[in-house]
T-cell receptor
Framework: QQQVKQSPQSLIVQKGGISIINCAYE??????FPWYQQFPGKGPALLIA?????SEKKEGRFTISFNKSAKQFSLHIMDSQPGDSATYFC?????????????FGTGTRLKVLA | KAGVTQTPRYLIKTRGQQVTLSCSPI?????VSWYQQTPGQGLQFLFE???????NKGNFPGRFSGRQFSNSRSEMNVSTLELGDSALYFC????????????FGPGTRLTVL
């Protein structure tokens, strides 16, 4: 019940295409869903995040779609660029002992072909 | 502001030894979390410290411990190292935890032989 299942494990997209990464969770106590981007040799960096009271959030070329009833959320990268090639992690968190406890997906390695 | 720093960046140890990793958070950040990253398991939460107190803990054995100092710097210790402890270890700092943005350090790669 604590897991966050992420798919696909890897993704190859042509430049200008749309990259879509999906995550599913089971614990309805999760109430904050961030996405992180990680480049090789670097730590993850927050990309965009959403709460379950909205169904979509857009920041530039990055959009989170959230389906509360299906307990799924996804990251869409529009007009994908070679510079977007990185590993993407979804996460879910819930309040615990006065703060939040994060559960991460296993990651999706995205490669955007020039 | 300087980012999160972690030392050392690379470590090689043998089974049975112990290791201490260090993390300096962004100035003003009081929450420090530690994560283990492995190819198969992704990022797994170890523990979080806030104002020198452990506020949250993941599902790791007691061999993994940590502490936080009054200047918010944090250390993580792993005793009796096992081969399976080989991983990237990240710390992340945030202002006060909760849903404040977590800023990750560059990580420490631990190899256990």
């Amino acid at each position: 019940q604590q897991q966050v299942k992420q798919s696909p494990q890897s993704l190859i997209v042509q430049k200008g295409g749309i990259s879509i990464i999906n995550c599913a969770y089971e614990n309805t106590a999760f109430d904050y869903f961030p996405w992180y981007q990680q480049f090789p040799g670097k730590g993850p960096a927050l990309l965009i995040a959403i709460r379950p009271d909205v169904s979509e959030k857009k920041e530039g070329r990055f959009t989170i779609s959230f389906n509360k009833s299906a307990k799924q959320f996804s990251l869409h990268i529009m007009d994908s660029q070679p510079g977007d090639s990185a590993t993407y992690f979804c996460a879910a968190s819930r309040p615990s002992s006065g703060t939040y406890k994060y559960i991460f997906g296993t990651g999706t390695r995205l490669k955007v072909l020039a | 502001k300087a980012g999160v720093t972690q030392t050392p960046r690379y470590l090689i140890k043998t089974r049975g030894q112990q290791v201490t990793l260090s993390c300096s958070p962004i100035s003003g950040h009081r929450s420090v979390s530690w994560y283990q990253q492995t190819p198969g398991q992704g990022l797994q939460f170890l523990f979080e410290y806030f104002s020198e107190t452990q506020r949250n803990k993941g599902n790791f054995p007691g061999r993994f411990s940590g502490r936080q100092f009054s200047n918010s710097r944090s250390e993580m210790n792993v005793s009796t190292l096992e081969l399976g402890d080989s991983a990237l270890y990240f710390c992340a700092s945030s202002l006060a935890g909760s849903t404040d943005t977590q800023y990750f350090g560059p990580g420490t790669r631990l190899t256990v032989l």
